[in-house]
């Protein structure tokens, strides 16, 4: 019976694993990819060329404990870590520009659920005409409002100056 030994991961190591995944020609190998082994491969060869040698389902199960292990630690993230966590993709703190040239979008309506794989320029655009959207329709919101105010004060009025007539004629009784 033959045991393997687990073999631990230096810094270096997962740090060049880390840099070799999130290059964006291994992102663009897993964006829609129903067999990933490919990408692995490629991973595993240039992780090989940096002088550390794994096996593609260590990288593998490597990868989904990393992608868990913030989960775990709680810790306050930084805007990049909350960005990469939401969108996916790793955020150049000081330049605060996507490095990822795809983003996977989740989408959720009465129809169904689903993702929309996006590149960073159409999630920019999709993310303004949004803003823009939210902002009419906010805007069409707060006219219905106004406009049902203003009858309501007309209304109110017209009940005021009814009242006022009233306790006149009342009082002149």
Same mark, same amino acid.
């Given at each position: 019976m033959d045991i393997k030994a687990k073999q631990q991961w230096s810094e270096e190591e997962t740090n060049c694993l880390l840099t070799v995944w999130s290059?964006?020609?291994?992102?663009?190998?897993?964006?829609?990819?129903?067999?990933?082994?490919?990408?692995?491969?490629?991973?595993?060869?240039?992780? &090989? =060329? /940096?002088?550390?040698?794994r096996m593609i389902e260590q990288i593998s199960n490597k990868l989904k404990k990393l992608k868990k292990e913030p989960a775990s630690q709680p810790t306050k993230a930084s805007k990049s870590e909350i960005a990469e966590d939401i969108l996916g993709v790793i955020v150049d703190e000081d &330049? =605060? /520009?996507l490095q990822a040239p795809y983003v996977t979008v989740p989408y959720y309506n009465q129809q169904e659920r689903?993702?929309?794989?996006?590149?960073?320029?159409?999630?920019l655009e999709y993310l303004a005409r949004s803003d823009e959207k939210f902002l009419q329709h906010s805007k069409e919101l707060i006219d219905a409002l106004l406009q049902r105010m203003d009858s309501y004060t007309g209304t109110l009025l017209g009940l005021m100056s009814r009242i006022v007539a009233v306790l006149e004629t009342q009082s002149q009784k």
């Open positions: 290059s964006a020609e291994i992102q663009r190998k897993f964006v829609g990819a129903t067999r990933t082994k490919p990408a692995f491969k490629e991973i595993q060869r240039k992780m &090989a =060329a /940096a002088g550390f040698t &330049a =605060a /520009a689903g993702s929309v794989t996006l590149n960073t320029e159409d999630l």
